[in-house]
């Protein structure tokens, strides 16, 4: 059976950090990516790995502030959130693809594969 646990998620003031933890169970993905939706917006790609060459992609809105990186077994994976702003606010969400993704890795549709989700908020 496959499933997806997000772990994390909180509240933080703005400049503060928050680490975010996916861990999939089933399989070995290939490639684990975060999502987040904002409130009245849909989802958006944020960050992604590719978990045999250790590769990650960034949305241009996050990078330099968020880090993706593996855990010691391929199934688990970290998100770092540094200097957190309000616009950070937002559900995330873990998706994983045990072959793919085999299209755009920011697409929500290239995944089959989700956890329930994790809310942060910023605020002060």
């Known amino acids: 059976q496959v499933q997806l646990v997000e772990s994390g998620g909180g509240s933080v003031q703005p400049g503060g950090s928050l680490k975010l933890t996916c861990e999939v169970s089933?399989?070995?993905?290939?490639?684990m990516t975060w999502f987040r939706q904002r409130p009245g917006k849909e989802r958006e790609g944020v960050a992604s790995?590719?978990?045999?060459?250790?590769?990650?992609y960034y949305d241009c809105s996050v990078k330099g502030r968020f880090t993706f990186s593996q855990g010691s077994a391929k199934n688990i994976a970290y998100l770092q959130i540094n200097g957190a702003e309000p616009e950070a606010t937002a559900v995330y969400y873990c998706?994983?693809?045990?072959?793919?993704?085999?299209?755009?890795?920011?697409?929500?549709?290239?995944?089959?594969?989700w956890g329930q989700g994790t809310q942060v908020t910023v605020s002060s």
């Open positions: 089933g399989y070995s993905p290939n490639f």
């Open positions: 998706a994983a693809s045990q072959y793919g993704p085999f299209g755009a890795w920011h697409s929500p549709d290239m995944y089959t594969d």
């Open positions: 790995i590719n978990t045999g060459s250790g590769m990650t």
